[in-house]
Structures are given as C-alpha cells and as structure tokens.
C-alpha cells in the first residue's frame, strides 16, 4: 500500500510538508511588505504628485480630514486584531490577504481620485483597510520570532517615514526618494504583498487548540484604543481650534496623560507599559525638527528602527525607553531654532527617534497581539505635538498640506510639552506596575475561583480508553 501512495504522487511534486518548510521566510516577507503598506497608506496618504491636478477645495476638504480617517484607521486594527484572535491564526491571513485585496482595488479603481473629487473618500478607504491589515497582521505572526520581528519592522519605519515626510523642494529632489516619502505605494507593489499573502494562507494547516490557549473575544484591547483615540482625537481637535494658552496646554496634557494610564490599566498584567511608551515617544518624536535632510539620509529612519528594536531585546527596561523618551524630548526643545540651518540636526533627530521608537517596542513588546496593536495605533492618531504645531493654520497637521514644511515656524514648545508628558507618563507607569506587581497579581488569582472545563471535568470522570 506504500508503494501505492508513492506512486500516485506526481514526479518533482512537493509533499505539504515539503511545502511548509518555506513558511518561516514567506511569512516574514508578508509580515514585512503588509505592514510597510498599511503604515504608509495611514500616516502618507497624499501622492504629492497627482493632487495637485484636483481643485484647491478638495485637496483641503482631505487634509482636513486626515486625523480623522488616521483615527478610525488605528481603531479598525484594534477592533480587527481581537476579532481575528477569536477566529484563529488561518482567519488572520484571510482578512490579511482580503484586505490588501481591497487595498489593491481601490488604487486602480480610483486613479483619477484627484479629478474626481473622491480624494476624501479614497483615503478614508485606504485608512480603514489598512487599519484592518495591520491588526490582522499582527495576529498571524505574533508569537513568531522572525515574523513578528519583520512586523515591527515595516510597521514602525512606515509610521516613522510618515510622519517626517517634507514637502517637496520645486522639484530638487531625488525622484526614488520623493516617491518612497511622500506617494503612495504603486500597485504592483501592493499586489506583490497580496501574492505573499496568499501564500501565507496557503502555508498555515490546521492546528489543534491548546488548553491554556485563550480564543474568547479580547475587549480590554477595545475599550483600551477606544479610551485612547477617542480621547486623542477629540483633545487635539478642541485644541486646534483655540489660541493655546498656557492653561489650555496644561487640560490638553493632563487629558492626554489620563488617557494613557487608564489605556494601560485596560490592558491585562504590565501589558499597558508600551502602550505609555508608545504615547510618550510619538509626542517626542512629533516634536524634533526632521526637515530638510539629504537624499543620502533616507534609509537612516529603517536602520534605526532595526537597532532600536535589537537594544530593546537586549535591555528590557521600559525605564531606560523613558529616560531615552525624555532626552529626545530636550534634545527637540534645544534645537527647535537652529534646526533648519543645518542637515546635521534634522538627520541626527530623525535617528534618535527611530532608535528610541525601536528601543521602545523591543524592550517592552507584550505577550498578546492586541496590547501590541494598541501601542501601534497610538502612533497613527496625530498627536497633541501635531496639533500645537498645527494651531496657527487652524487645522491638526504640521503644514496646510500635512506634511513637515522645511520653512516652517519652529518653537522650543512641543519639545517641552512632550518631556511633560513623558514624565506623566513615567508617573502612570510607576502606579502600573505598583498594582500589577506579581505578588499582588498571584494573590488575585488564588482568590479567583477557577473554572473547570467540561472537556477536564470529563477526563476525570469517565474511564480512559
């Protein structure tokens, strides 16, 4: 009978198990291109090349909109990653590739946005479907080493490529490096990320669940981004809309250090400590001056992101992120005036805010993919630093065409305001992990009843065969 099935195989054919052994790499090149995708379609929406062919209005109508649609994007993978955690690790690339899909769809489908008057409603399309992409994302590959490592990878230097994008200089600039910073992905790119998407489906076999293994629907996670985005978003926005006095500022930090804590706390153990990181290092980072460097300088956000996340395995001090967090905060403060004078300041903090992003996520990465997604969405929503630079052309952005303008006003403010809210959230990490402690956490579950499951209940009662 074995000679049988050997001959019934085609010759040359991989066995499945042949064919999974391939999983590990494809799996992190999925991981790597589908987050790189999504962070940028989230934090650079806006091909600096085709908009201007849309009217004056609809170009504002989208900028205007973009916290927003940011917003709903980091709620989505929130909403998406618990979800799927339910559903099991096969779902997650399903909705993984099914999103990439849509993605794929509306970049042919809407090409002639601009003219059409669509832009608003392509963004907040792609924000959504990549929102849901990175989400899921995070729950196909987390738990695995190099996979989750290529996440975090994409993830982050997206965001943080993003987030320091400059206006374009009259058309001075290296073509590569202009389209990588500030257009949208091409659709060959996108579709190359669905192949390997679907192939990373292709690769996943169904797997028996463990009995510690926890499938209910995660809502700490929810109730955690709910607080933080709903509270980020409608602080920046009444914020955007007044002078900012002292006393504003002061309701505006102390608004969003509250918000952090009680985030962190949703979160079950010491898992909220990234998610106060994660708040500290995005005003820090959204307070350097990143603006004008040179073409040579592009690749430094990844490497740094890279070293970053290697120091953070290697010293696993949520302490030592913070310190890091302040000093980047000072370091903003102090040069905000002489930034613009010479490319050393901009490249020097463009550096230290991926490494310290990256020392952040390594060092204090937690146990679920939904705490994890958190921390990734509260670098989506524009933050308050965003939203003090934007308070002089009335609307939450770092220009009236949302990107860091090389010209632009600058001021020693936003390094200050965000080493207060370093330090507050220093403070809500200190109460953390005063009543998570782990005495106080066994000392809660040897009061909690435990529940037995039917299936032990069973094995107990009925005699084995």
């Known amino acids: 009978m074995g000679a049988k099935f050997a001959l019934a195989q085609a010759p040359g054919a991989l066995a499945p198990a042949d064919f999974r052994r391939f999983a590990p790499p494809v799996e992190a090149l999925g991981a790597l291109l589908g987050a790189a995708i999504a962070g940028l379609l989230l934090m650079a929406p806006l091909d600096l090349g085709w908009t201007g062919e849309g009217s004056v209005l609809q170009l504002d109508l989208m900028v205007l909109n973009m916290p927003r649609a940011a917003a709903a994007g980091a709620a989505f993978a929130v909403v998406s990653a618990a979800l799927v955690v339910a559903l099991g690790r096969r779902s997650a690339w399903i909705a993984s590739f099914g999103s990439a899909t849509v993605l794929l769809i509306d970049q042919l489908w809407n090409k002639d946005a601009a003219t059409t008057g669509a832009l608003t409603t392509v963004n907040y399309i792609d924000s959504i479907f990549s929102g849901i992409l990175l989400g899921a994302l995070a729950v196909?590959?987390?738990?695995?080493?190099?996979?989750?490592?290529?996440?975090?990878?994409?993830?982050?230097?997206?965001?943080?490529?993003?987030?320091?994008?400059?206006?374009?200089?009259?058309?001075?600039?290296?073509?590569?490096?202009?389209?990588?910073?500030?257009?949208?992905?091409?659709?060959?790119?996108?579709?190359?990320?669905?192949?390997?998407?679907?192939?990373?489906?292709?690769?996943?076999?169904?797997?028996?669940?463990?009995?510690?293994?926890?499938?209910?629907?995660?809502i700490g996670p929810i109730l955690s981004a709910l607080v933080l985005v709903t509270a980020t978003a409608l602080s920046t926005e009444w914020f955007v809309r007044?002078?900012?006095?002292?006393?504003?500022?002061?309701?505006?930090?102390?608004?969003?250090?509250?918000?952090?804590?009680?985030?962190?706390?949703?979160?079950?153990?010491?898992?909220?400590?990234?998610?106060?990181?994660?708040?500290?290092?995005?005003?820090?980072?959204?307070?350097?001056?990143?603006?004008?460097?040179?073409?040579?300088?592009?690749?430094?956000?990844?490497?740094?992101?890279?070293?970053?996340?290697?120091?953070?395995?290697?010293?696993?001090?949520?302490?030592?992120?913070?310190?890091?967090?302040?000093?980047?905060?000072?370091?903003?403060?102090?040069?905000?005036?002489?930034?613009?004078?010479?490319?050393?300041?901009?490249?020097?903090?463009?550096?230290?805010?991926?490494?310290?992003?990256?020392?952040?996520?390594?060092?204090?990465?937690?146990?679920?993919?939904?705490?994890?997604?958190?921390?990734?969405?509260?670098?989506?929503?524009?933050?308050?630093?965003?939203?003090?630079?934007?308070?002089?052309?009335?609307?939450?952005?770092?220009?009236?065409?949302?990107?860091?303008?090389?010209?632009?006003?600058?001021?020693?403010?936003?390094?200050?305001?965000?080493?207060?809210?370093?330090?507050?959230?220093?403070?809500?990490?200190?109460?953390?992990?005063?009543?998570?402690?782990p005495r106080r956490e066994a000392a809660r579950a040897a009061r909690t009843p435990r529940i037995v499951p039917l299936r032990e209940t069973t094995r107990k009662v009925l005699p084995q065969v």
Request: hydrophobic share 55%; charged share 10%.
């Open 140 to 218: 196909a590959v987390f738990g695995k080493p190099v996979a989750t490592g290529a996440y975090l990878i994409g993830t982050l230097s997206a965001i943080l490529i993003g987030d320091q994008t400059s206006l374009p200089d009259s058309g001075k600039s290296n073509p590569l490096i202009e389209w990588a910073s500030g257009a949208t992905p091409p659709a060959w790119l996108i579709l190359l990320t669905a192949i390997v998407l679907a192939l990373g489906i292709a690769m996943q076999h169904p797997a028996p669940v463990a009995q510690d293994e926890n499938t209910d629907l995660a």
């Open 242 to 437: 007044h002078s900012g006095t002292p006393a504003q500022i002061g309701v505006a930090v102390a608004i969003t250090i509250a918000a952090a804590v009680v985030a962190a706390l949703l979160l079950p153990g010491r898992e909220g400590t990234l998610v106060l990181l994660a708040v500290a290092v995005a005003n820090a980072g959204s307070a350097i001056v990143a603006v004008p460097r040179p073409d040579w300088s592009a690749p430094v956000p990844v490497l740094a992101v890279v070293l970053g996340l290697a120091a953070g395995r290697r010293w696993r001090s949520p302490w030592i992120a913070l310190a890091a967090t302040g000093g980047l905060a000072v370091f903003a403060a102090l040069t905000a005036g002489p930034a613009h004078s010479s490319a050393v300041i901009p490249v020097l903090g463009v550096a230290l805010t991926g490494l310290i992003i990256g020392f952040c996520f390594g060092a204090a990465v937690p146990r679920t993919a939904g705490s994890a997604v958190v921390a990734v969405a509260v670098l989506i929503v524009p933050c308050l630093v965003v939203a003090l630079r934007g308070t002089s052309f009335g609307r939450i952005a770092y220009s009236p065409r949302w990107y860091r303008d090389p010209q632009g006003v600058t001021s020693s403010m936003p390094g200050w305001m965000a080493l207060v809210i370093t330090l507050g959230c220093a403070a809500g990490l200190y109460v953390l992990w005063r009543l998570r402690s």
